[in-house]
């Protein structure tokens, strides 16, 4: 009679199991036919509601000055980019970075295996308590202190050596970076030449930055959680098994769970990428204002515009404000949704998979002893339940984490994005493809009338640059700027050495534009120029550029030490450089060749242009490009400078309007300003002659119109005609 009930109750247990796993699907079933056509409606409208519901200023994210005009996502691009990006960080296969990268992985490996044996120990921790057996309860405990010496140890060499690997990857890209920057004057045509990195410094410093601690962060945050899920399950189903209970049931509701999940954050998650590109736009906006600040403060005193450059200040931080309060009020909503499902809808979803395993399983059910007793599974059950639970907590942490890194891999794709587009900019640069937005302030009947005088596109570059010994030929080199604009269709010189070169002309005629040419900082963009190597020439502007360090770096900058001490040269014969320019003093008032200074502060406007042609002297160059390099200079100190220029074989172009300086000269460029130019040899004395009376003829009809008012006044007084209107009409 017992035999047959044994085999009554197993077939109701089999029946039982049977319905509980038909109603498994049948709701699993039911899931899916309700969620999925709110979910795909959902993904249908969330494209637009993106392109047309984000803030209108998010818009214009990366549009400025020819940036990034599509945004960051995860897709094939964003995969490229991260590929290419990634030969740079592991330029080789055995490198430092991949060496803390295989470290880091073991470390990540270990703390899965510590999280799995650490919940089956609090599992027989909990079940020696149900047992009542305080002596196993000890050693269990002093077994779950000891294994905490390593599991503390492994999680701060993860946290370790992600801070080390997000180093690595940084430094690694940082000295990419400044080696391409630093490279045939990249760094002055990125910001003067092309027009698609607004703030380069942001590019170099903050986005470098993010990005290196995005990657090593999402690596830690994704390769864990991945290996925790495939353990964690694998331990999971085979305890299940192993106890007769069928792991069909809950790792379907796992499935289901996590796949819906996954469905609805996706459909429910803002474009953080776009979101987080543009608010790094506008942070280094904002940094630049501030510097430009800064660098002109002086200016802005003068003319107290502070009102005005806080009121800009206050718009770029209103509208970085505008950006983060964007961007917290999408994740207000999103972390809310993320959370409902994470945390209530798993932990229900976990405690029904943990629970069906154990009062189904065989393993667990209360048997009889031999002796007719009930054996009462409890401990068992109980030490199952913990280990199971303990387990499920840290796979459905390991989903979640996987989870919501979608959102990081979204933040990663801008930063991303930032730092291809800065590489891709400064290998187009060194190429000498420019992309530059037209600016020009002509208007429409002025494009009309002159449309040569612009070109609309990509300028191409034709022209071909040779380097020679000695000589600077121009064959119709025209001067272009960087916008398109047409300065000088086509220019032919020669100047050859010995002569000395003045170049006049009114303001935006080209002179500056053609030292800039022949500098080899802008391209030659038709005809062929020929010119000494850049180490033969030297250029010096208006407002010299003062480096940090000390006195003697001022001197023979941009050279150091070491190069000066293999030209054979000694503070000595510095000193004898600034007794050409009357800078001899300054060795003595600043402390000696050693005093480190802000030297452009200290100096005056005089004595910084004097440093600039002080350093003329140290380089002796072929030619000397000197553009109004001494305007703030006395006129007996600026003849012998030029004078001391001539006689050490240095070949003078200078722009200046003085005429004091022309007779230092043998030849003359003068530019019209219309796009027509003159070359020939300088006649200083007619020139001069011309010049005084020039001013001397309008200083007499200076006061013409003055007169001839007074005279209008006196005929309507006196009711007379004049004489000299008179005989005007007559004429």
């Given at each position: 009679m017992?035999?047959?009930?044994?085999?009554?109750?197993?077939?109701?247990?089999?029946?039982?199991?049977?319905?509980?796993?038909?109603?498994?699907?049948?709701?699993?079933?039911?899931?899916?036919?309700?969620?999925?056509?709110?979910?795909?409606?959902?993904?249908?409208?969330?494209?637009?509601?993106?392109r047309g519901?984000?803030?209108?200023?998010?818009?214009?994210?990366?549009?400025?000055?020819?940036?990034?005009?599509?945004?960051?996502?995860?897709?094939?691009?964003?995969f490229?980019?991260?590929?290419?990006?990634?030969r740079?960080?592991?330029?080789r296969?055995?490198?430092?970075?991949?060496?803390?990268?295989?470290?880091?992985?073991?470390?990540?490996?270990?703390?899965?295996?510590?999280?799995?044996?650490?919940?089956?120990?609090?599992?027989?921790?909990v079940?020696?308590?149900?047992?009542?057996?305080?002596?196993?309860?000890?050693?269990?405990?002093?077994?779950?202190?000891?294994?905490?010496?390593?599991?503390?140890?492994?999680?701060?060499?993860?946290?370790?050596l992600?801070?080390?690997?997000?180093?690595?990857?940084?430094?690694?890209?940082?000295?990419?970076?400044?080696?391409?920057?630093?490279?045939?004057?990249?760094?002055?045509?990125v910001s003067?030449?092309?027009?698609?990195?607004?703030?380069?410094?942001?590019?170099?410093?903050?986005?470098?930055?993010?990005?290196?601690?995005?990657v090593?962060?999402?690596?830690?945050?994704?390769?864990?959680?991945?290996?925790?899920?495939m353990?964690?399950?694998?331990?999971?189903?085979?305890?299940?098994?192993?106890?007769?209970?069928?792991?069909?049931?809950?790792?379907?509701?796992?499935?289901?769970?996590?796949?819906?999940?996954?469905?609805v954050?996706?459909?429910?998650?803002p474009?953080?990428?776009?979101?987080?590109?543009?608010?790094?736009?506008?942070?280094g906006?904002?940094?630049?204002?501030h510097?430009?600040?800064?660098?002109?403060?002086?200016?802005?005193?003068?003319?107290?515009?502070?009102?005005?450059?806080?009121?800009?200040l206050?718009k770029?931080?209103?509208?970085?404000?505008?950006?983060?309060?964007?961007?917290?009020?999408?994740?207000?909503?999103?972390?809310?949704?993320?959370?409902?499902?994470?945390?209530?809808?798993?932990?229900?979803?976990?405690?029904?998979?943990?629970?069906?395993?154990?009062?189904?399983?065989?393993g667990?059910?209360?048997?009889?002893?031999?002796?007719?007793?009930?054996?009462?599974?409890?401990?068992?059950?109980?030490?199952?339940?913990?280990?199971?639970?303990?387990?499920?907590?840290?796979?459905?942490?390991a989903?979640?984490?996987?989870?919501?890194?979608?959102?990081?891999?979204?933040?990663?794709?801008?930063?991303?994005a930032?730092?291809?587009?800065?590489?891709?900019?400064?290998?187009?640069?060194?190429?000498?493809?420019?992309?530059?937005?037209?600016?020009?302030?002509?208007?429409?009947?002025?494009?009309?009338?002159?449309?040569?005088?612009?070109?609309?596109?990509?300028l191409?570059?034709?022209?071909?640059?040779?380097?020679?010994?000695?000589?600077?030929?121009?064959?119709s080199?025209p001067?272009?700027?960087?916008?398109?604009?047409?300065?000088?269709?086509?220019?032919n010189?020669?100047?050859?050495?010995?002569?000395?070169?003045?170049?006049?002309?009114?303001?935006g005629?080209?002179?500056?534009?053609?030292?800039?040419?022949?500098?080899?900082?802008?391209?030659?963009?038709?005809?062929?120029?020929?010119?000494?190597?850049?180490?033969?020439?030297?250029?010096?502007?208006?407002?010299?550029?003062?480096?940090?360090?000390?006195?003697?770096?001022q001197?023979?900058?941009?050279?150091?030490?070491?190069?000066?001490?293999?030209?054979?040269?000694t503070?000595?014969?510095?000193?004898?450089?600034?007794?050409?320019?009357?800078?001899?003093?300054?060795?003595?008032?600043?402390?000696?060749?050693?005093?480190?200074?802000?030297?452009?502060?200290?100096?005056?406007?005089?004595?910084?242009?004097?440093?600039?042609?002080?350093?003329?002297?140290?380089h002796?160059?072929?030619?000397?490009?000197?553009?109004?390099?001494?305007?703030?200079?006395?006129?007996?100190?600026?003849?012998?400078?030029?004078?001391?220029?001539?006689?050490?074989?240095?070949?003078?172009?200078?722009?200046?309007?003085?005429?004091?300086?022309?007779?230092?000269?043998?030849?003359?460029?003068?530019?019209?300003?219309?796009?027509?130019?003159?070359?020939?040899?300088?006649?200083?004395a007619?020139?001069?002659?011309l010049?005084?009376?020039?001013?001397?003829?309008?200083t007499?009809?200076?006061?013409?119109?003055?007169?001839?008012?007074?005279?209008?006044?006196?005929?309507?007084?006196?009711?007379?005609?004049?004489?000299?209107?008179?005989?005007?009409?007559?004429?």
């Amino acid at each position: 009679m017992s035999n047959i009930l044994d085999a009554a109750s197993k077939v109701k247990w089999e029946r039982a199991a049977a319905a509980k796993r038909a109603v498994l699907l049948a709701a699993a079933a039911y899931g899916i036919k309700t969620l999925y056509p709110v979910i795909c409606k959902q993904l249908r409208k969330n494209p637009r509601n993106h392109r047309g519901g984000e803030n209108g200023s998010a818009r214009s994210l990366l549009n400025h000055a020819g940036q990034l005009k599509t945004s960051p996502a995860v897709n094939a691009e964003f995969f490229r980019q991260i590929l290419e990006l990634g030969r740079i960080l592991f330029p080789r296969l055995v490198s430092r970075e991949l060496g803390l990268l295989s470290l880091h992985s073991v470390a990540l490996i270990s703390r899965t295996f510590l999280s799995i044996y650490v919940a089956s120990l609090d599992g027989k921790i909990v079940k020696t308590i149900v047992e009542k057996e305080p002596r196993k309860f000890i050693l269990q405990l002093i077994r779950w202190l000891l294994i905490a010496i390593p599991a503390t140890f492994v999680n701060s060499a993860i946290r370790y050596l992600e801070c080390k690997l997000a180093l690595a990857f940084r430094t690694r890209l940082v000295d990419h970076a400044y080696r391409t920057y630093f490279t045939d004057q990249t760094y002055y045509k990125v910001s003067n030449m092309d027009g698609r990195l607004a703030n380069p410094d942001q590019s170099l410093t903050e986005d470098v930055m993010m990005f290196s601690q995005s990657v090593a962060h999402l690596y830690s945050n994704l390769t864990k959680p991945i290996l925790d899920v495939m353990l964690t399950s694998y331990t999971l189903i085979q305890t299940a098994r192993s106890r007769g209970a069928s792991a069909s049931g809950p790792t379907l509701l796992a499935g289901l769970v996590v796949f819906a999940t996954a469905k609805v954050l996706r459909a429910c998650s803002p474009k953080f990428g776009k979101l987080v590109a543009e608010e790094a736009h506008r942070k280094g906006y904002l940094r630049y204002v501030h510097s430009r600040i800064i660098a002109n403060a002086e200016e802005i005193a003068f003319y107290r515009g502070h009102k005005v450059e806080m009121r800009q200040l206050q718009k770029c931080y209103r509208a970085l404000a505008e950006q983060m309060n964007l961007i917290l009020s999408k994740r207000l909503w999103y972390i809310m949704i993320e959370q409902f499902l994470m945390k209530y809808v798993w932990s229900g979803s976990g405690l029904v998979m943990v629970a069906v395993p154990i009062i189904t399983a065989t393993g667990f059910a209360d048997n009889k002893t031999a002796d007719g007793q009930t054996n009462v599974m409890v401990s068992e059950r109980t030490e199952a339940f913990t280990t199971a639970r303990n387990l499920l907590a840290s796979g459905a942490d390991a989903i979640e984490r996987i989870m919501s890194s979608y959102k990081e891999v979204t933040e990663l794709a801008g930063y991303t994005a930032r730092v291809h587009n800065m590489f891709v900019v400064f290998e187009d640069v060194q190429k000498g493809v420019y992309k530059r937005a037209s600016v020009t302030t002509a208007t429409g009947s002025e494009k009309k009338s002159k449309p040569e005088m612009h070109i609309d596109g990509p300028l191409e570059i034709r022209g071909e640059v040779i380097d020679v010994e000695s000589g600077i030929v121009c064959e119709s080199v025209p001067i272009i700027t960087p916008n398109g604009d047409i300065v000088v269709s086509s220019l032919n010189l020669k100047v050859e050495e010995g002569m000395h070169l003045l170049i006049t002309g009114p303001n935006g005629c080209g002179k500056s534009s053609l030292f800039r040419i022949l500098s080899g900082l802008w391209p030659v963009y038709g005809g062929r120029l020929h010119k000494p190597p850049p180490q033969h020439m030297f250029y010096i502007p208006q407002r010299p550029y003062m480096s940090m360090g000390s006195l003697r770096d001022q001197v023979i900058y941009p050279d150091s030490e070491e190069d000066m001490a293999a030209r054979g040269l000694t503070d000595k014969d510095l000193e004898g450089i600034l007794d050409i320019v009357n800078l001899n003093h300054i060795v003595t008032r600043e402390g000696g060749w050693d005093a480190e200074l802000d030297w452009k502060d200290v100096l005056s406007g005089g004595e910084k242009q004097r440093m600039g042609m002080a350093r003329m002297f140290y380089h002796k160059p072929q030619y000397a490009l000197l553009d109004e390099c001494t305007s703030a200079v006395s006129i007996d100190v600026e003849g012998k400078i030029f004078q001391a220029a001539k006689d050490a074989g240095i070949s003078l172009l200078s722009i200046t309007h003085r005429p004091s300086l022309w007779k230092y000269h043998t030849h003359l460029l003068q530019f019209d300003g219309e796009g027509g130019w003159r070359f020939e040899q300088l006649d200083t004395a007619t020139r001069l002659s011309l010049t005084e009376e020039k001013q001397r003829l309008e200083t007499q009809l200076a006061g013409i119109p003055e007169m001839q008012l007074r005279l209008n006044e006196l005929c309507k007084i006196l009711g007379d005609d004049s004489v000299l209107k008179s005989s005007l009409e007559c004429a």
